[in-house]
Structure formats: structure tokens, C-alpha cells
């Protein structure tokens, strides 16, 4: 087992934690806010608090996962034993795979420039917003 192997098998199980830890929050914002409900009918579900409390405790974990995919995109970990529709490996000259990486670097810096715009401009917000009323009015939820 190469190095490469190792963090890729890292960078799975980080993010299959932080999928656990997303997911977990959710439930528990909800439970809250539902407990919350039951008090004071006129509340909602999911509030800016009680989102900013549980992404607080994810928020460390999130980027170390992101850097470390980042990383991983730099250094070249993937999967080199990808198998096409024809059958045949894909024979990929070296320029163009580090061509592709660099694409895949800037991209990511940009997106994750833009999301970072995007909370500190209020757009998280009202994403949040949105998310909620689609859950609690067209769903049922809450």
C-alpha cells in the first residue's frame, strides 16, 4: 500500500465523518427547534443560532477535509487504475495530467473563494432561509 492509497483512504473516512457529523447536526437543530416549537408555537424550526452552534463544532473538521482534498488534487492522488467503457486504461501524456491538476487547483480556490463571499455577504443566509421554508411548507417538515 502506497502513500497515495493511505490518503486516499484518509480523505474517505474524513469525509465520511463529516457526512456523519452534517447530518447529526441537522437532526439535532431539528429536535431543538421542534422541542422549541411545541413551547412557542410561533417559532420556527431552524434558527441562525442554532445553525452557527452546531457548524461551529463541524467548521475544523471541514477544513482540514478541504484542504486535504485540495492537497490531494495538487499532489495527484486519484485512481489510477480507471477502467473506461472500451476497456482499455486511458494512456494520458504527463503535460496534459499536470495540466488537469492545475485546472482542478484553481477551480477549487475559486470555489472556495466564492462560497467564503458568498457567508460573509449574507447569502448563506438566505440559502438557509429558503432550505427552511421549502422543508417546513412544501415538504411537511417542522
Known sequence: MTGKHVYQILLSLLCILLAVLICSAAVGIYRE????????????????????????????????????????????????????????????RKDRQVSQTIVRAVLLTAAVVCIIAGIFNGGMQDVFVKAANICSECIGLG
Do not use: Q
Open 33 to 92: 427547534g421542534s422541542r422549541r416549537k411545541e413551547e412557542h408555537p410561533l417559532e420556527t424550526v431552524f434558527t441562525k443560532e442554532a445553525v452557527e452552534d452546531a457548524s461551529a463544532h463541524i467548521a475544523p473538521l471541514l477544513i482540514v477535509t478541504a484542504v486535504m482534498a485540495g492537497g490531494g488534487i495538487l499532489i495527484g492522488v486519484g485512481d489510477e487504475r480507471k477502467v473506461y467503457p472500451s476497456g482499455m486504461k486511458r494512456n494520458v
